[in-house]
């Protein structure tokens, strides 16, 4: 039995969507080019037929991947969770280290993760040291750079 994937209600949309994408638009491209490749004769040394089939291969792969993850997603709606006030999966968490720089986190799955617009994964060191902690709290994280201390300035549920 798998592991239930932790996702947002929007995390879930996008691949949703991705994958859509992918039977509807990208699927039918990569036949239509193996068709073409395999119209031009001998496929033993045809490097556009191999090219084609090389795509297929990766996007197949992807396409069972996200099926996976949709079969196995446990859906987090933020919204209706009562954490209480604690940092947990899909809290967005404001946050300022020592020199009272301040961040926005918002803490997503694995697939949601972009830190460039603020949405970090729960694995993450900073989405670990955060969880179960409240307003107030000061964490100190460990991570690649260093270990420095974060402040939680404020806690939602968005």
């Known amino acids: 039995m798998s592991a239930k994937i932790p996702l947002t209600v929007r995390g879930v949309e996008k691949l949703r969507e991705e994958l859509k994408r992918l039977k509807s638009v990208e699927r039918p491209a990569i036949v239509k080019a193996?068709?073409?490749a395999r119209a031009h004769g001998?496929?033993?040394e045809n490097a556009e037929f191999h090219a084609a089939k090389e795509q297929q291969s990766f996007l197949e792969g992807r396409i069972a991947d996200l099926?996976?993850?949709l079969a196995n997603s446990q859906v987090v709606d933020v919204t209706k969770v009562n954490a209480?006030?604690?940092v947990v999966f899909g809290a967005t968490v404001r946050i300022a280290d020592e020199g009272g720089k301040?961040?926005?986190y918002q803490i997503v799955g694995e697939d949601e993760a972009d830190s460039k617009s603020g949405?970090?994964?729960i694995n993450s060191p900073?989405?670990?040291a955060l969880i179960g902690k409240k307003e107030g709290d000061v964490v100190e994280v460990t991570a690649p750079g260093g270990t420095r201390e974060l402040e939680i300035l404020r806690v939602e549920y968005v």
């Open 119 to 121: 949405l970090i994964s």
């Open 84 to 86: 209480g006030g604690k």
């Open 42 to 44: 001998d496929i033993s």
């Open 126 to 128: 900073i989405a670990r």
């Open 102 to 104: 301040e961040a926005r």
């Open 34 to 36: 193996i068709a073409e």
């Open 67 to 69: 099926e996976h993850k």
